[in-house]
């Protein structure tokens, strides 16, 4: 089956710091990737969504200049946390869309602003 | 936005029971996905329904996809202890690749 690679899985940065996190598709050339976040106890929230080698949709309310998403390639997608503060700590989780396979999720990164 | 509304909420059963939740939305929906989620991990795709009026199983779980194209549910029977954890719903709209989530279904399995 299809695997999606992420990571990292766990991340504590700095307040004010950029984090990035990348997601591989491994068997797989993703045409497009999905960009989750989840905080608590809550279900998973779409942020945006990225067509390789085209800019990233962002959902209502993400912010484009905040999380940076790059899909230079059908099996590399980053998000890039850029000054990170506390309020950005979550659980973020990527996925990849090809047929036939449907959506494959990484296994997500917790991240820690302090 | 479009919202799939998922319940229960959470569910505290003894070993051997079974279990049903369901989503629906007020949109109509293309496929419905059934995935579960540990602490820590993403999620796990369980059943995937890609015809109204669709019922597949996979192994003691069963999901159908709703006539109406506007709800799912998904049963699973037996239940065992390493069923616990996190359900989701998950739909595709029409002409989107997109999938919206459910607010998720706590499983919890009581000894």
């Known amino acids: 089956g299809a695997v999606v690679s992420q990571h990292p899985s766990w991340v504590i940065c700095k307040s004010g710091t950029s984090v990035k996190i990348e997601c591989r598709s491994l068997d797989f050339q993703a045409t497009t990737m999905f960009w989750y976040r989840q905080f608590p106890k809550q279900s998973l929230m779409l942020m945006a969504t990225?067509?390789?080698?085209?800019?990233?949709?962002?959902e209502q309310g993400v912010e484009k200049d905040k999380f940076l998403i790059n899909h230079a390639s059908l099996t590399l997608s980053t998000l890039t946390v850029t000054s990170a503060h506390p309020e950005d700590s979550s659980f973020y989780i990527c996925s990849g869309l090809d047929s036939p396979y449907g959506y494959t999720f990484g296994s997500g990164t917790r991240l820690t602003v302090v | 936005g479009q919202q799939l509304n998922q319940s229960p909420q959470s569910m505290f059963i003894q070993e051997g029971e079974d279990v049903s939740m369901n989503c629906t939305s007020s949109?109509?929906?293309?496929?419905w996905l059934w995935y579960k989620q540990d602490p820590g991990e993403g999620p796990v795709l369980l059943i995937a329904?890609?015809?109204?009026?669709e019922l597949t199983s996979n192994g003691r779980l069963t999901a159908q996809f709703g006539i109406t194209r506007k709800d799912s549910f998904l049963n699973i029977s037996a239940s065992i202890p390493s069923d616990v954890g996190i359900y989701f719903c998950?739909?595709?709209?029409?002409?989107?690749?997109?999938?919206?989530f459910g607010k998720g279904t706590r499983l919890h399995i009581l000894p």
């Open positions: 329904l890609y015809k109204a009026g």
């Open positions: 949109s109509i929906f293309n496929t």
């Open positions: 990225s067509n390789e080698g085209s800019k990233a949709t962002y």
């Open positions: 998950a739909g595709q709209l029409a002409g989107d690749d997109k999938i919206i």
